[in-house]
């Protein structure tokens, strides 16, 4: 049984920061998972953030968030983080981790691809 538990959304001044977690528990070891994080904001499609791969290599981005937003995990605690900085009201969603076991160097953006899905947190960024 996979559980992700996203945690740090809520409201922010545009032009600030807010840092986004994600525990991981389940009976696999957590770094042989990617990890992306995704967004839906309320009547639009989810789409892809960021994902960082479990063999390693350079984070993956949306062009939106490029530049303000760094994706990052810590193995040891089982956890990956989104930060997000320079935010803008576009950025305003439920932002979701999810996780897939040993894969994601190519389908690392699409949200289908992903079996194990967090909660979602909303951030909230006002103008």
């Known amino acids: 049984q996979v559980q992700l538990v996203e945690s740090g959304g809520g409201l922010v001044q545009a032009g600030g920061s807010l840092g986004l977690s994600c525990a991981y528990s389940?009976?696999?070891?957590?770094?042989?998972?990617?990890m992306g994080w995704f967004r839906q904001a309320s009547g639009n499609e989810r789409e892809f953030v960021a994902a960082?791969?479990?063999?390693?290599?350079?984070?993956y981005y949306a062009d939106s968030v490029k530049g303000r937003f760094t994706v990052s995990r810590d193995n040891a605690k089982n956890t990956v983080y989104l930060q997000m900085n320079s935010l803008k009201p576009e950025d305003t969603s439920v932002y979701y981790c999810?996780?897939?076991?040993?894969?994601?160097?190519?389908?690392?953006?699409?949200?289908?691809?992903?079996?194990?899905w967090g909660q979602g947190t909303q951030v909230t960024v006002s103008s």
């Open positions: 999810a996780g897939k076991f040993m894969s994601g160097s190519i389908d690392y953006h699409v949200g289908e691809t992903y079996p194990y």
């Open positions: 960082i791969i479990w063999s390693g290599g350079t984070p």
């Open positions: 389940g009976h696999r070891i957590f770094n042989m998972y990617t």
